[in-house]
């Protein structure tokens, strides 16, 4: 087996990678499967922190967030990725899977507050940790949240799983057939090209402080680990070398 390029990584999931083929919702299966992955890269000895969004879930209140405050929308967005946290810890911890969820609001019966310190405590233990609820503010998407705690607990790199895309590509691969795929970019190259990797705050956070982003496909069970293996990957999103 190769050696780890990383020895502590931060996992980004949609709450979409959690529906598999369903309308919105989870899919038990797709969560196990995802679980598996996560599972193997921490058998290998890489410290991994999870930031999972909640689209599968949300995206089901879209009509009745109509008109709705965007503050309250936001929040009830936050209480959506504790409800994934906890199914993506329970099917990990069913694997053998040591885990912590953090959360940023405060829901003390099923989830530690975050401290960071303590979250990095946990990593060090060889635990999975979760974090949910973003970063407890609205008006912040969860990307932000997975750049925010990454840097924070000081991970070499982010990786953000996409579904039934290979990384980033110039347009958007559903609508135009001819988008080209983008092996690799620099974060102000995706600012300014508004592409679609992550929103912009997120992308700013990791430009200032030089944090890589690999964007690769969920869908193939062993992208995380080759990653993880130094392989090349999906896209890199990555600081100037030049600069």
Do not use: W
């Amino acid at each position: 087996m190769a050696d780890e390029k990383f020895s502590r990584i931060l996992l980004k999931l949609s709450g979409e990678a959690l529906m598999g083929r369903l309308d919105f919702g989870t899919d038990a299966a797709e969560v196990d499967r995802i679980a598996t992955q996560v599972a193997a890269v921490r058998e290998r000895g890489v410290e991994v922190a999870i930031v999972v969004g909640a689209g599968n879930i949300y995206r089901g209140l879209d009509g009745a967030a109509a008109g709705m405050d965007r503050a309250t929308g936001d929040y009830m967005g936050m209480l959506a990725t504790v409800l994934n946290a906890l199914t993506l810890q329970d099917s990990l911890e069913r694997m053998g899977q040591h885990t912590r969820v953090m959360s940023a609001i405060d829901v003390k019966e099923v989830a530690e507050p975050y401290i960071r310190r303590r979250a990095m405590r946990h990593l060090e233990k060889g635990r999975i940790v979760i974090f949910a609820a973003g970063t407890g503010n609205p008006f912040f998407t969860t990307d932000t949240a997975a750049a925010l705690r990454a840097l924070e607990i000081h991970a070499e790199a982010i990786l953000m799983a996409k579904n039934g895309v290979e990384g980033v590509y110039d347009s958007d691969p559903a609508t135009n057939p001819d988008a080209k795929f983008i092996p690799q970019i620099t974060h102000r190259q995706a600012i300014e090209q508004g592409l679609k990797v992550m929103d912009s705050t997120a992308l700013s956070l990791c430009m200032d402080n030089d944090l890589p982003i690999y964007v690769f496909n969920m869908a193939d069970e062993l992208n995380i680990d080759r990653i993880v293996s130094g392989e090349t990957v999906g896209t890199l999103v990555s600081g100037d070398p030049s600069a």
